[in-house]
């Protein structure tokens, strides 16, 4: 079954800091892809980020940088000089490819001027 | 209009009201999803549908009731609710189930229920 697991609820840091949000997941299919979504305050969940199983290499967007290890079944996202407008819920999420993605429990992040 | 829009943003009702959410979403996908998200646990996907039918009712309460009469729009009906329904409502759409490129979500409903 699938699963995804964000063990940090909480996390703050301090403006210009870079701070590392976790995600490991369970899936029994080769096939598979992973997203990271933003939640600001307003509500709406922002796409970051798509990657699928076959495609290990790291990704960097600007500050945003992506660390996928399919060894420890991780997909690790690191903000780097982070700034206030990073605060919000992120979400790590699964999908094998059927008719819906699993989301996880999402970690807050609040990042202090 | 590009993306998902939700409307209202925020409603407020009764517990002897019946209201209506509604979400459009203008990019072409053919199937679209309601999430709940209440404070501080996490998002719940309360009903999928694929292609106007509904593929998906995750156990959610008779008080909630879905209609998608076309691949564009997308209503959660809502009649004696109760003051632990008061959360974030989320609609959000796929092509193709979503799982390749993901969901578009848009900006909620925040319902309060008194």
């Known amino acids: 079954a699938q699963k995804v697991t964000q063990a940090q609820t909480e996390i703050s840091v301090v403006e210009k800091e870079d701070v590392t949000l976790d995600c490991v997941y369970e899936?029994?299919?080769?096939?598979?892809?992973l997203f990271w979504y933003k939640q600001p305050p307003s509500g709406e969940l922002v796409f970051l980020i798509r990657?699928?199983?076959?495609?290990?290499q790291n990704e960097i967007s600007g500050r945003y940088s992506w660390n996928f290890q399919k060894s420890t079944s991780s997909f690790n996202f690191t903000i780097t000089a982070s700034q206030v407008v990073d605060s919000a819920v992120y979400f790590c999420?699964?999908?094998?490819?059927?008719?819906?993605?699993?989301f996880g429990k999402g970690t807050r992040l609040h990042i202090l001027p | 209009e590009t993306g998902v829009t939700q409307t209202p943003r925020h409603l407020v009702m009764g517990m002897t009201n019946k209201k209506s959410l509604k979400c459009e979403q203008h990019?072409?996908?053919?199937?679209m999803y309601w999430y709940k998200q209440s404070a501080k646990k996490p998002l719940e996907l309360m009903f999928v549908?694929?292609?106007?039918?509904?593929?998906e009712n995750n156990s959610v309460p008779s008080r909630f009731s879905p209609e998608c009469p076309n691949s564009s729009h997308l209503f959660l009906h809502l009649h004696t609710l109760q003051p632990e329904d008061s959360a974030l409502y989320l609609c959000?759409?796929?092509?193709?189930?979503?799982?390749?490129?993901?969901?578009?979500f848009g900006s909620g409903t925040r319902l309060t229920v008194v």
């Open positions: 990019l072409g996908h053919n199937a």
């Open positions: 990657r699928n199983s076959f495609d290990e």
């Open positions: 899936t029994r299919d080769t096939t598979y892809y």
């Open positions: 549908y694929s292609l106007e039918e509904r593929v």
């Open positions: 959000a759409s796929s092509q193709d189930g979503g799982a390749v490129y993901g969901y578009t």
């Open positions: 999420a699964l999908s094998e490819g059927d008719d819906k993605i699993i």
